[in-house]
């Protein structure tokens, strides 16, 4: 059964640079892309980011709002995805979630697996 | 950048059949995935490339697409499929992957 567990939410002041992880597990990691895409208080849905595998590259393509300041990276031997995000602004504030990528025949991606989410506040 | 358009909510009675759109300039040239979220929880991958369903989900959920819309079609609707939808694409031109979500509220 595919799990991923994010952790390193919490309440952050602006300007903060906290730092999200997600274990996964279920499945091979390394060779798997993953994303992040976030949900502001009831608000839609947001993609961030994605990490492409190291097979694949692993390289790294950003949403425009958080290009320059968050950054994701991945620890394949540690089966861990993280969100590295720098100078907050409170406009960020929303449930991450971690999320495995699926790449069609069409070479589209969509979101095949997600995790519970970790919610970061970003207020002073 | 690429738009997807969604309405705010569909309402439906119990037993009829929901019909969520999705809006986008030539959208039937490119593959629609959608999913459900229902409160406080993660969403869930129900259609993925148009019209496949992952295991797990009901024969009554079907998609479409086709010129400038993308149908998620819910028949037989039960209560346990109020959530909320939203359709996604993947456009590397655009940060915009997701539409706006659209609320589906059985009456």
């Known amino acids: 059964e595919v799990q991923l567990v994010e952790s390193g939410g919490g309440l952050v002041k602006p300007g903060g640079s906290p730092r999200l992880s997600c274990v996964a597990s279920?499945?091979?990691?390394?060779?798997?892309?993953m994303s992040w895409v976030r949900q502001a208080p009831g608000k839609g849905l947001e993609w961030v980011g994605r990490i492409t595998s190291k097979t694949d590259g692993g390289t790294t393509d950003y949403a425009a709002p958080v290009k320059g300041r968050f950054t994701i990276s991945r620890d394949d031997s540690k089966d861990t995805l993280y969100l590295q995000m720098n100078s907050l602004k409170t406009e960020d504030t929303a449930v991450y979630y971690c999320t495995t990528n699926a790449i069609t025949v069409a070479d589209t991606i969509f979101f095949d697996y997600w995790g519970q989410g970790a919610l970061v506040t970003v207020s002073s | 950048s690429y738009v997807l358009t969604q309405p705010p909510s569909v309402s439906v009675a119990p037993g009829q059949t929901a019909r969520i759109t999705c809006g986008g300039n030539n959208i039937g040239t490119k593959s629609v995935h959608w999913y459900r979220q229902k409160p406080g929880l993660a969403p869930v991958l129900v259609v993925y490339d148009d019209t496949d369903r992952p295991s797990g989900i009901p024969e009554r959920l079907s998609g479409s697409n086709s010129g400038n819309t993308a149908t998620l079609t819910i028949s037989w609707v039960e209560a346990g499929d109020e959530a909320d939808y939203y359709c996604?694409?993947?456009?590397?031109?655009?940060?915009?992957?997701f539409g706006g979500g659209t609320k589906l509220t059985v009456l």
């Open positions: 996604q694409v993947w456009d590397t031109s655009s940060d915009r992957v």
């Open positions: 279920g499945f091979t990691f390394s060779n798997v892309w």
